[in-house]
T-cell receptor
């Protein structure tokens, strides 16, 4: 049984560009959440998707947007990248209190 | 608002010894869950153990146990018989339940180094 899978694992972008990160949840999990983890910090909640709708959102600007597909997979899009967007982006899938994370996507903005 | 505090930025432990990682939390919600995750240098957050606020007994999962003291709002992780592979960042997290499917709130983490 595959766990949560994320792609790409590493990427480098230039300021002002746009990026799309992808997440496939663990089998049977219908809720997907995205977190940003800056260096030396704990993960910060970006938003959560359930039934293809954004259900909750953390304190992140509108440059951060997402989508959930009918198969529960999800995308995180970040527009107009800033140097401060450099971080590890973690996807978590859950059902009830069972919450599993993927290996993350390391984004570097130069 | 929920808050997690991990006061130990780094800890060292001798191989085969036990170690306790501290976590205190703050919430006004009577129903909540507490989680511990391990994060190796690869980045993946690995689920270790869960404790519900109404659980009567402390949670245990293999070499991991959670010392839950509700009145003191603490949820310390105890790792017994430390192994070199336990060297990693450890995060305490919580979520409230009365407000629906709330996201996890994390502490800043503790870096554990196991010494041979």
């Amino acid at each position: 049984d595959a766990g949560v899978t994320q792609s790409p694992t590493h990427l480098i972008k230039t300021r002002g560009q746009q990026v799309t990160l992808r997440c496939s949840p663990k089998s049977g999990h219908d809720t997907v959440s995205w977190y940003q983890q800056a260096l030396g910090q704990g993960p910060q909640f970006i938003f959560q998707y359930y039934e293809e709708e954004e259900r909750q959102r953390g304190n992140f600007p509108d440059r951060f947007s997402g989508h959930q597909f009918p198969n529960y997979s999800s995308e995180l899009n970040v527009n107009a990248l800033l140097l401060g967007d450099s971080a590890l982006y973690l996807c978590a899938s859950s059902v009830g209190n069972t919450i599993y994370f993927g290996e993350g996507s390391w984004l570097t903005v130069v | 608002a929920q808050k997690i505090t991990q006061t130990q930025p780094g800890m060292f432990v001798q191989e085969k010894e036990a170690v306790t990682l501290d976590c205190t939390y703050d919430t006004s919600d009577p129903s909540y869950g507490l989680f511990w995750y391990k994060q190796p240098s690869s980045g993946e957050m690995i689920f270790l153990i869960y404790q519900g606020s109404y659980d009567q007994q402390n949670a245990t999962e293999g070499r991991y146990s959670l010392n839950f003291q509700k009145a003191r709002k603490s949820a310390n992780l105890v790792i017994s018989a430390s192994q070199l592979g336990d060297s990693a960042m450890y995060f305490c997290a919580m979520r409230d339940f009365n407000s629906g499917n709330t996201p996890l709130v994390f502490g800043k983490g503790t870096r554990l180094s196991v010494i041979a």
